[in-house]
């Protein structure tokens, strides 16, 4: 059941945290003039990132693609690269999908209209009421993990947040405070203030202007607040691949278009069998995914990496082709292939553990 806070306590909380916001707020680059296009970018960008890769991505993201226009004709390589990093490619592919919309069918413009904006590709409710709200002003309430924990602490709300009933009713106390009269800056405010004062660990509570409002404060519970359902178990994955040398190169390959990192490169390789050796499972991928047969020459780098709820752990070894394997990669896992020096693989856009391998390879030439 949604709270029913007195119209003074609303006006109140808005009139606290929109003075705050106006003191505190921190310079951000899309802030300068809340341009929608913008706007959306930095939405998206910031779904699971801190906000100091996102002011990064975003600044070097602009000087790329400076509007739609320009991110509509980009080359794919081109975007997937600038979003190298940020992981979740998908998202990338999908911005440049709806910029290639906005182009031919918005005059390469944002629409300001709710209906049209979820009809866009990677575009839900949330980053639809936020491009609303944030970048033309309109009045809807825009609901983050910072806003939910926001809500849940100044009404000490016991149902898990993420519940069906939980989101219900942050929903609803979104929407009951929300001023009308500028959502842009309050919605902000909300989500402000969840990222720099009611934080999830070490909350600012003696510096938090609604502290006076906030019942899980009076009562003790704000460490208890939100409640979180059951996180799901993690699950590691233990994958092998080979960084093939020949001619003074290294072999990478493009990953199918309907893969999880779809236009992505890669080193050869792949999750292990069961009672696999890292080095058996490269040899194993390399053949299943290239047809050659390679020498192992030395273990090179093991690097770990983190999505979602999974820990991946990526062995990796230097291998030469062995005598006789002069033709061509079959490419059973791949679309297409290269052969470059490690300077140059800089210019391709990786998936997260390869990319550490990447990196370290470049380094490693210059030293």
């Known amino acids: 059941m949604v709270p029913q806070p007195k119209e003074k306590d609303i006006s109140d909380v808005r009139a606290l945290i929109l003075a705050w916001f106006y003191r505190c707020q921190r310079s951000l680059p899309w ?21 100091e890769r996102v002011v990064e991505y975003f600044t070097r993201w602009m000087r790329l693609f400076p509007d739609i226009t320009s991110l509509a004709l980009a080359p794919e390589q081109a975007v997937l690269k600038a979003w190298e990093g940020l992981g979740y490619y998908s998202r990338a592919r999908n911005i440049r999908r709806t910029a290639k919309i906005l182009q031919e069918e918005h005059q390469g413009q944002v629409p300001a209209d709710l209906q049209a904006l979820q ?8 980053t639809a009421a936020a491009i609303l709200s944030i970048g033309f002003n309109q009045p809807h309430p825009v609901v ?20 069906a009933a939980g989101k219900k009713t942050v929903q609803g106390l979104a929407a009951l405070f929300l001023d009308r009269e500028n959502p842009r800056a309050f919605n902000q405010a909300l ?11 070490r909350p600012q509570c003696s510096t938090c202007p609604l502290q006076k409002h906030c019942l899980a404060f009076s009562r003790d519970t704000v460490t208890l607040r939100p409640v979180l359902g059951k996180r799901p178990d993690r699950v590691d994955i233990v994958m092998a691949c080979g ?23 890669e080193f050869p390789g792949g999750r292990l069998e069961p009672g696999e050796t890292p080095a058996q499972g490269a040899l194993r991928e390399i ?6 047969q390679v020498q192992l020459e030395d273990a090179y780098r093991t690097v770990t990496h983190f999505y979602t709820r999974y820990r991946v752990t990526l062995h990796s070894f230097f291998c030469t082709l062995k005598e006789g394997q002069t033709r ?3 490419l059973n896992a791949a679309s297409c292939y290269a052969w470059v020096n490690s300077r140059d693989l800089l210019q391709y856009p990786f998936p997260a ?13 210059t030293l």
């Open 144 to 163: 983050d993990a910072n806003v939910e924990r926001v809500f849940a602490r100044l009404y000490d709300l016991e149902e898990p947040v993420k519940g």
């Open 191 to 201: 989500m402000e203030l969840g990222a720099l004062v009611c934080m999830p660990k």
């Open 31 to 51: 802030r300068q003039n809340y341009h929608p296009y913008q706007v959306w970018i930095s939405e998206v960008m910031g779904q699971q990132t801190q906000m």
């Open 328 to 330: 061509p990669p079959s």
């Open 243 to 265: 960084i093939i040398q020949h001619n003074g190169l290294l072999y990478i390959q493009q990953r199918l278009a309907d893969d999880i990192w779809g236009g992505l490169w």
């Open 119 to 126: 009809a866009l590709p990677g575009i839900g409710p949330y």
């Open 287 to 292: 053949l299943e995914e290239t047809g050659w």
């Open 353 to 365: 553990g390869h990319r550490q391998l990447v990196m370290s390879l470049s380094n490693r030439n």
